[in-house]
């Protein structure tokens, strides 16, 4: 069946006249007329009856009138999709959050401009650890990924996004708690807390190397799964530990955040992609990242979240 054909009957149909049917459309009323057979013998039924000024529908053409309507509709909403698709202002993106990464500023501007710039493509957020978000950036089941730097992956792209100071965790109950700055190696005989080097091993190894290079190996304590857990865990006296700058959001009873004085041991987070995706929501969405890099955050003053 003639998308075109459809079109046609649907104008004879709303104007009940062939002649003005024929002037809204652009064209001929003998050529109407012939299209109209058209879609009568294919159909094997008359679709209108004539009447002394105009037409009515039969039966058949007032079943057909409805029908038709949801096609053509149907068929313009699937065009505007494909369109949307193709220069990707409509689709889905699953977006992986690492480490509490979702924290920064930063990355929450690019998400928000990025809603506001394409308000038709829908985020799926996806929080998890860096090693298990590059597995899902591999098997496809993420699209894109804000991951704690270095991580080793050559299969990968990665841009970096943000590069933020770490800064010491303490309880409130702690010397330095009350203290403008730090020197990291203030921590060396304190309980060290930290996460598992299996969910970010970059990460992981960037901050035993800071503190070796400030003259100590920290004395591991208690694990935590993530950020947010390991700064609850040092509120409630299990030891010290340092996390980026912007964690320092969250609000833990019984926490204090200390800047770190000297060259201070710094925190990277960078967008992980699969280097020829070739969705344009995707590459959008990068894009958008890249507009909003920021190396060198602020540091945070010290402050405290009770005691």
Same mark, same amino acid.
């Given at each position: 069946?003639?998308?075109?054909?459809?079109?046609?009957?649907?104008?004879? #149909?709303?104007?009940?006249?062939?002649?003005?049917?024929?002037?809204?459309?652009?064209?001929?009323?003998?050529?109407?007329?012939?299209?109209?057979?058209?879609?009568?013998?294919? !159909?094997?039924? &008359?679709?209108?009856?004539?009447?002394?000024?105009?037409?009515?529908?039969?039966?058949?053409?007032?079943?057909? *009138?409805?029908? @038709?309507?949801?096609?053509?509709?149907?068929?313009?909403?699937?065009?505007? *999709?494909?369109?949307?698709?193709?220069?990707?202002?409509?689709?889905?993106?699953?977006?992986?959050?690492?480490?509490?990464?979702?924290?920064?500023?930063?990355?929450?501007?690019?998400?928000?401009?990025?809603?506001? %710039?394409?308000?038709?493509?829908?985020?799926?957020?996806?929080?998890?650890?860096?090693?298990?978000?590059?597995?899902?950036?591999?098997?496809?089941?993420?699209?894109? *990924?804000?991951? %704690?730097?270095?991580?080793? $992956?050559?299969?990968?792209?990665?841009?970096?996004?943000?590069?933020?100071? /770490?800064? #010491?965790?303490?309880?409130?109950?702690?010397?330095?708690?009350?203290?403008?700055?730090?020197? /990291?190696?203030?921590?060396? &005989?304190?309980?060290?807390?930290?996460?598992?080097?299996?969910?970010?091993?970059?990460?992981?190894?960037?901050?035993?190397? *800071?503190?070796?290079?400030?003259?100590?190996?920290?004395?591991?304590?208690?694990?935590?799964?993530?950020?947010?857990?390991?700064?609850? !865990?040092?509120?409630?006296?299990?030891?010290?530990?340092?996390?980026?700058?912007?964690?320092?959001?969250?609000?833990?009873?019984?926490? @204090?955040?200390?800047? /770190? @004085?000297? +060259?201070?041991?710094?925190?990277?987070?960078?967008?992980?992609?699969?280097?020829? $995706?070739?969705? +344009?929501?995707?590459?959008?969405?990068?894009?958008?990242?890249?507009?909003?890099?920021?190396?060198?955050?602020?540091?945070?003053?010290?402050?405290?979240?009770? %005691?």
């Amino acid at each position: 069946m003639d998308l075109r054909h459809l079109r046609y009957f649907l104008a004879v #149909a709303d104007e009940l006249h062939f002649t003005r049917a024929a002037a809204k459309l652009g064209i001929q009323q003998p050529p109407l007329s012939q299209q109209i057979r058209q879609l009568e013998d294919e !159909l094997g039924s &008359k679709l209108f009856r004539r009447l002394t000024r105009g037409v009515e529908l039969t039966e058949a053409g007032a079943f057909l *009138a409805p029908q @038709a309507r949801r096609i053509l509709e149907q068929v313009e909403q699937t065009k505007i *999709a494909v369109q949307g698709l193709a220069r990707g202002t409509r689709g889905h993106i699953r977006v992986g959050f690492s480490n509490a990464s979702y924290f920064n500023s930063v990355v929450s501007q690019v998400i928000r401009d990025y809603r506001e %710039r394409f308000p038709d493509v829908v985020l799926a957020p996806v929080q998890s650890v860096t090693a298990e978000l590059v597995r899902m950036l591999h098997a496809s089941t993420i699209d894109v *990924a804000f991951l %704690r730097a270095p991580f080793d $992956d050559d299969g990968l792209g990665s841009d970096l996004i943000v590069e933020e100071p /770490l800064v #010491a965790v303490v309880p409130t109950s702690h010397p330095l708690a009350g203290q403008t700055e730090t020197h /990291l190696s203030a921590l060396a &005989k304190e309980p060290f807390l930290i996460f598992p080097r299996a969910t970010s091993p970059g990460f992981y190894d960037s901050i035993i190397s *800071a503190c070796q290079q400030a003259g100590f190996s920290p004395q591991l304590g208690q694990e935590a799964p993530d950020i947010p857990s390991l700064v609850h !865990l040092v509120g409630a006296g299990f030891g010290v530990s340092v996390v980026p700058s912007a964690v320092s959001q969250v609000r833990a009873e019984g926490v @204090a955040y200390v800047p /770190l @004085a000297g +060259e201070r041991p710094m925190a990277w987070t960078r967008l992980g992609y699969r280097r020829h $995706d070739a969705s +344009e929501a995707v590459k959008n969405f990068i894009a958008i990242a890249r507009r909003h890099r920021m190396v060198g955050s602020v540091v945070p003053r010290a402050q405290s979240t009770g %005691r």
